[in-house]
């Protein structure tokens, strides 16, 4: 195979369980790029959550990208040059918070540097496994954000949004997404990025749409490109790549559609996969 480009997931790909990224992981990501292979992170992440990332992997000497907000925008990441930017528009934004607040849910959303909620306080999720955690916390942390309190969201809400997320325990979002996404299915795209994350973007948008969009224009063509992912947000750039790849940790839909399985996060399955071909 080709490769010209590798397209990587964060969260249960990337990163180990403790959110790190391995040595060997690392290594060979970094050999790739010395190999003339553009690395791209590919997330649901907002940017902020990413550049960290992208620097330990130094992407900012290699002309690499991140694609944040699920797709809704793309960043060289050396140049810091926007290159696809697609968001909800305000009317858009402030309807879905309004519709939020008939659910049991914790919505939030980005500035530049602070995430905004309704209640810092109303914060305890379950998890899959049973214990709960503060997911407001665990959001800004892992995304670099600092927290703001604002009482109605709906109302505060005065510019547009390229993705509102929206926590809550796994079996109840089960239970409502599809009530949640109804009144805007015809121009909002809505997926899970984990069993307690459900997510909405413009219409149309997710990460294979906008790499799609900036990867042809320079040359690389899907059968170019390797793609490593776990989650149902990850589904795009699984079905878009020449070899999408399914981390052993990955849930089962996309099991079902991976090219190949290689070993979970915590095993160096991004490293293991590679090493065949670098």
């Not at 620097?55 to 690499?64: F, M, Q, S, T, V």
């Not at 960043?75 to 519709?99: G, M, P, R, W, Y």
């Not at 079996?171 to 909002?188: C, G, W």
Request: aromatic letters at 8%; glycine letters at 6%.
């Amino acid at each position: 195979m080709d490769i010209k480009a590798i397209v990587l997931d964060i969260d249960g790909t990337l990163v180990t369980s403790e959110k790190v990224i391995s040595e060997k992981t690392r290594n060979i990501l970094i050999k790739a790029q010395e190999k003339g292979i553009k690395v791209i992170l590919a997330s649901g992440r907002p940017t902020r959550g990413m550049w960290h990332l992208a620097e330990e992997l130094e992407l900012d000497k290699h002309n690499g990208y991140l694609v944040s907000f699920n797709g809704a925008r793309v960043t060289d990441c050396e140049t810091k040059e926007v290159l696809f930017n697609q968001a909800l528009d305000t009317a858009l934004s402030k309807n879905i918070l309004e519709h939020l607040k008939k659910f049991d849910v914790i919505p939030m959303v980005y500035g530049d540097t602070h995430m905004y909620v309704k209640d810092v306080y109303h914060n305890e999720i379950e998890t899959v496994d049973g214990p709960t955690m503060n997911i407001v916390e665990y959001e800004a942390r892992m995304c670099r954000y600092l927290i703001c309190e604002q009482p109605d969201l709906a109302a505060f809400v005065d510019e547009p949004q390229n993705k509102i997320l929206i926590a809550g325990n796994p079996e109840y979002l089960k239970s409502v997404f599809e009530d949640i996404h109804a009144p805007f299915e015809s121009r909002t795209t809505g997926v899970f990025s984990a069993p307690f994350y459900y997510e909405l973007t413009d219409q149309g948008i997710d990460k294979a749409f906008s790499l799609n969009k900036v990867l042809t224009a320079h040359g690389i063509l899907p059968e170019n490109v390797v793609s490593f992912g776990d989650g149902q947000n990850d589904r795009s750039i699984i079905e878009y790549a020449g070899m999408g790849v399914a981390m052993g940790n990955a849930m089962q839909e996309i099991l079902d559609i991976a090219d190949e399985v290689t070993l979970s996060n915590d095993h160096d399955g991004i490293a293991v996969f590679l090493e065949r071909y670098i």
